[in-house]
């Protein structure tokens, strides 16, 4: 099984990006998604996650309110929709299978990473 993550770029702050995650290969079975970003120096951070089965969805704070997470279980893919994008979300977003939970280590299977640059 492999996770594809795409969507990244260059946004101007204010401006919105949707990435994209897509499973191929065999059919695995996990809790669920989650994005994850990690910025130059910086620990892998936890963004949002969501469930496949309830489709029940988790934040952090610092992307509350300005993310959506979502899924399409038939196409076996995640999205994350940012809007209001500041530099601070400057950043490679993973996303990875597993959880749950927003620990990264609860996550088995990784995407490849996608760069997110916000100018100011």
Do not use: H
Request: aromatic residues 12%; proline residues 2%.
């Amino acid at each position: 099984v492999q996770l594809q993550a795409s969507g990244g770029g260059l946004v101007q702050a204010g401006g919105s990006l949707r990435l994209s995650c897509a499973a191929s290969g065999r059919t695995f079975s996990t809790y669920g998604m989650g994005w994850f970003r990690q910025a130059p120096g910086k620990e892998r951070d936890f963004v949002a996650r969501i469930s496949w089965s309830s489709g029940m969805t988790y934040y952090a704070d610092s992307v509350k309110g300005r993310s959506t997470i979502s899924k399409d279980n038939a196409k076996k893919s995640v999205y994350l929709q940012m809007n209001s994008l500041k530099p601070e979300d400057t950043a490679v977003y993973y996303c990875a299978a597993g959880g749950p939970g927003t620990d990264k280590y609860a996550y088995k299977l990784w995407g490849q990473g996608t760069l997110v640059t916000v100018s100011s």
